[in-house]
């Protein structure tokens, strides 16, 4: 349903071809790149709750709690795939499929990735994190349809991107050797609170998403608004890179 909502939707638009498209992207690219800070890129961390995650010990349910939903209020990357999640869906039942489809495959590498201590770069996860934003822009605007004439299944794509998010924050609390007094119940509160600030988030982005679909522009800027999506995940994706190929020629 949800498929056959964005396809339809891309068809009343008009789709446009391929080198259009890039055409566009590229230069929205340009102008985001120059305009967003480098702080604003994907799972950032702030100095202070580095320093706090690495010097703390012991059971710290609620300093962990607010750690995990200010990291996913604050995490554009997670903002924006769950804003392309939402973008068509306009029943309560199909957010909450989607939104906890998203929310298993996080929680689950989330965990399993600190406590067993699997760690990948980085910088690749985060890349891979710009790329499900791309993903999922490009299926609102119905390419995979008019390009390779296969609808991918929204609901796995959702849930295998929601691991992958949930691995780079996994590998990022790793890079902070978080002590082992007290690491389970941390992370399952730190988890809470990722799931607490994601409702938060995914709420705002609601109210906002239900008065803007009320007015007529959104039919006249859905497409540009998946375009601008898609720009900033081709953005995060290629800032990651860079600093993957950087930091390991260093």
Do not use: C
């Not at 903002?79 to 689950?108: N, P």
């Amino acid at each position: 349903m949800w498929a056959l909502t964005s396809n339809k939707s891309a068809a009343r638009w008009g789709w446009v071809t391929p080198a259009r498209a890039a055409a566009l992207f590229l230069l929205a690219g340009v102008v985001a790149l120059l305009g967003m800070p480098a702080e604003a890129f994907a799972h950032g961390v702030t100095a202070g709750d580095k320093g706090f995650i690495m010097e703390s010990s012991g059971m710290l349910l609620v300093p962990f709690m607010y750690l995990g939903a200010k990291h996913m209020v604050t995490g554009y990357d997670h903002l924006l795939f769950l804003l392309g999640v939402i973008f068509f869906l306009y029943r309560l039942k199909d957010v909450g499929l989607y939104v906890t489809l998203f929310a298993v495959g996080h929680s689950i590498t989330l965990l399993l990735g600190v406590l067993t201590g699997v760690s990948v770069s980085a910088f690749l996860i985060d890349a891979i994190i710009g790329l499900s934003v791309v993903y999922k822009a490009l299926d609102n605007l119905g390419a995979y349809q008019v390009w390779f004439g296969f609808q991918p299944d929204t609901r796995a794509a959702t849930l295998i991107f929601g691991l992958f998010h949930g691995f780079g924050l996994a590998t990022k609390i790793l890079d902070f050797q978080m002590s082992s007094d007290g690491l389970v119940p941390n992370l399952v509160a730190f988890n809470v609170g990722v799931e607490v600030g994601q409702l938060l988030a995914l709420s705002a982005i609601l109210i906002a998403m239900s008065y803007w679909r009320r007015t007529g522009s959104f039919a006249r800027h859905a497409y540009s608004a998946n375009v601008a999506i898609m720009t900033a995940g081709f953005v995060l994706m290629g800032y990651q890179l860079v600093g993957y190929f950087v930091f390991n020629q260093g």
